[in-house]
């Protein structure tokens, strides 16, 4: 077989997988019941399929998939998976009416990562060191929780960070700004108690606020506590309220979870409103626009803490010198994915083990997928 035959794209399906959570979960601004995931299959001549995968919300992630099956395959089809570059600004420009962010770069963001994932392991090279790993066995994680849980208090919620700090991580992340001032500063700092000064402790707001004197008064409450960041304090597309605040407290500011497409980001960083970007490979375009935005991103200082799916993030800050902390929860109560996954990321002293097996380094167990699908491959 010559090598554009290996390589020429034969299939791309795609499929919508719904997971309920076990214990209904709040944010400062919704409630969570469900997850929705659009996972996707690349397969090529040489038989090596890549996989993606990336969240599609409370309900509706059949956008996603639908996008893959209507946008996308149709042009993928035939055309060689090498072509990283080439594919995704077809796919771009193609999708525009459509597109640009949302349910459609979402999907755009998964059909990318299954063309790198196919193309490490038909290389035999992990994914990171198919990216240009920076050589470290380890990169550091975080521990993701403090979620709002019916009949979680102060107490709770120190004997919950006290474990990940017994689990050796060295920096931990709760939600804020659900709760009344006063009750939200306590719970703070039982956090900070909990976790000592050399724990890191980062604040996450998932966009509860909507002026500046209202964060920068609940700021005041926090700062005592020395939070590290505080994370998406505004709406993703009130950058100028980010900015300000940035100006004004001493803590930094994190944001773009939800942000995609490197002219936004661009966006970000001319207007220096985040220190920290959280930029996700499966929301932000892909692995491949991932990678401009961290480029950027170090011409700016700035480092990138990507978003959760640690499955794939630590390979892209094993890769990238400019990121620095993978998002990993450590159980399947608000990020469930790792149902779907057939081997699971290795853990040591809080920091997680860049995998050595070939493209991401696990395949989505079917089993899983049958039993949690909304609708079939297609
Ligand atoms: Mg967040």
Redesign the pocket.
Same mark, same amino acid.
Request: proline share 0%; glycine share 0%; charged share 55%.
């Given at each position: 077989m010559d090598d554009a035959r290996r390589s020429e794209i034969t299939r791309v399906e795609a499929r919508t997988i719904r997971i309920p959570l076990e214990h209904p979960t709040s944010f400062a601004t919704r409630q969570v019941l469900s997850r929705d995931y659009g996972v996707v299959r690349l397969r090529t001549g040489d038989g090596t399929e890549g996989i993606g995968f990336c969240y599609g919300g409370n309900r509706g992630g059949e956008l996603v998939a639908a996008a893959v099956r209507l946008l996308l395959a149709p042009l993928l089809l035939g055309k060689s998976a090498l072509d990283t570059e080439g594919l995704w600004s077809q796919l771009y420009q193609d999708t525009l009416l459509h597109g640009r962010a949302g349910s459609v770069m979402r999907a755009l963001s998964i059909v990318d990562i299954a063309l790198w994932d196919r193309n490490a392991r038909a290389a035999g090279l992990p994914l990171s060191r198919y990216l240009g790993a920076t050589g470290q066995a380890t990169v550091p994680a975080y521990a993701s929780g403090g979620y709002y849980l019916a009949g979680k208090g102060p107490e709770q919620l120190a004997e919950e960070l006290a474990g990940y700090v017994r689990a050796g991580f060295r920096a931990v992340k709760i939600k804020v700004g659900r709760l009344e001032p006063r009750a939200e500063e306590v719970r703070i700092r039982a956090a900070r108690e909990a976790i000592g000064d050399d724990v890191l402790l980062m604040l996450?707001a998932?966009n509860a606020w909507s002026d500046l004197p209202t964060a920068l008064e609940l700021m005041k409450r926090y700062e005592p506590s020395n939070p590290y960041w505080i /994370? /998406?304090p505004f709406s993703p597309d009130d950058i100028e309220n980010h900015a300000a605040l940035a100006r004004r407290t001493p803590v930094a500011v994190a944001t773009g979870?939800i942000e995609a497409g490197r002219w936004r980001h661009q966006e970000l960083l001319t207007r220096r409103a985040a220190a920290i970007l959280?930029t996700d490979a499966a929301v932000c375009g892909g692995i491949s626009e991932w990678r401009r935005i961290a480029a950027a991103a170090a011409g700016f200082g700035v480092t990138l803490a990507p978003?959760w799916f640690h499955d794939l993030h630590v390979h892209l800050v094993a890769a990238t010198p400019n990121a620095r902390w993978v998002e990993y929860f450590p159980d399947d109560q608000v990020l469930n994915f790792r149902r779907l996954a057939d081997r699971q990321l290795e853990l040591r002293d809080g920091a997680l083990v860049v995998p050595q097996t070939p493209g991401l380094g696990f395949r989505f167990d079917e089993a899983a997928l049958e039993r949690y699908a909304v609708d079939a491959w297609s």
């Open positions: 996450d998932n /994370e /998406e979870e959280q978003h």
